[in-house]
């Protein structure tokens, strides 16, 4: 029986490692997950990425000039910068007006007991499926130049016109942003409360702290992933809003989708649109990667 041992175990490890056939079957299996990995790759490349890469290869084919010449020609435009800017400034106030307003909703949405607070809530999540147009609208009906607002002005005293003309400035385009965008920070923010432990927040009131400290010192604290989350969010969908902008028909306000827009549609300026389409994918897709990151780190 030992020199049966014996005799096999030099031809045992004469033949090396056994597990040769879980190897040689697994680029099998590999290739028939890609496989059936093939066609929906291949349908979203030709729906998103041969779109795109339509739009990158017209920037770079200008009329006259070099493959660059039309960013160079957009870049050293005024009518550009000015987008950019608007586009910048517009994004980053609207996102620091959810944050405030959407904080204090939340807080009394959370915290604050009244009758049908959970119906709010639910009408929040309802209200993240509305169109950013039909809240400009809704707004055109009540402080638009024929609005009830302006109307009721009218009545009362008698003048042919109301004073209610800021919906057609950028106030009006931030006003809009800020109303539609609000609830996109309140619902992280109201998943972040309902996790809250309510024992902190007794203990912190039997100690004596008043409400402004325990929103300080125990609640903001616990909802900071929640609004850097939801604020990402909303900066990246700011910067490429363009229903807003063009149903408030505000005079001037001219952000990087309006130019996208009015090189394109109004004066056939194909490059330079895919040049500012360009710049404003590359934006969206960086704030996007901050927006990932952000979540994933609140998630944790």
Not at 198 to 211: D, H, K, N
Request: charged share 10%; with cysteine.
């Amino acid at each position: 029986m030992s020199s049966t041992v014996t005799e096999t175990a030099p031809a045992e490890r004469a033949a090396g490692p056994a597990p040769a056939r879980p190897l040689a079957a697994r680029p099998a299996g590999s290739r028939t997950r890609w496989l059936w990995a093939a066609p929906p790759l291949a349908g979203l490349g030709l729906v998103f990425l041969y779109p795109l890469a339509l739009v990158v290869r017209q920037s770079l084919t200008p009329d006259t000039g070099g493959p660059f010449a039309a960013y160079a020609e957009v870049f050293g435009s005024t009518a550009f910068r000015e987008a950019l800017w608007t586009t910048v400034w517009l994004a980053v106030a609207a996102t620091a007006g959810c944050l405030v307003l959407g904080f204090v909703l939340a807080l009394v949405i959370a915290f604050v007991p009244f009758p049908g607070a959970r119906a709010v809530a639910r009408f929040v999540d309802v209200f993240l499926s509305f169109p950013s147009f039909l809240i400009t609208l809704a707004l055109l009906f009540v402080y638009g130049t024929v609005g009830m607002a302006n109307g009721m002005w009218t009545d009362l005293t008698g003048e042919p016109e109301g004073p209610f003309r800021f919906l057609a400035t950028p106030w009006g385009v931030l006003l809009a942003e800020i109303t539609y965008f609000t609830p996109f920070v309140m619902r992280p923010l109201l998943a972040a409360f309902s996790q809250l432990d309510t024992a902190q927040l007794e203990a912190a009131s039997v100690l004596g702290a008043r409400p402004g400290r325990i929103v300080r010192q125990v609640i903001l604290p616990e909802a900071l992933p929640a609004l850097a989350a939801g604020g990402s969010l909303v900066l990246v969908l700011c910067l490429n809003e363009f229903g807003i902008v063009l149903f408030t028909g505000a005079k001037g306000v001219t952000t990087l989708p309006m130019l996208v827009y009015g090189k394109a549609i109004l004066e056939s300026d194909y490059p330079a649109a895919c040049v500012a389409a360009v710049v404003n994918i590359a934006v969206s897709v960086g704030l996007f990667g901050l927006y990932r990151v952000v979540g994933k780190r609140a998630g944790a």
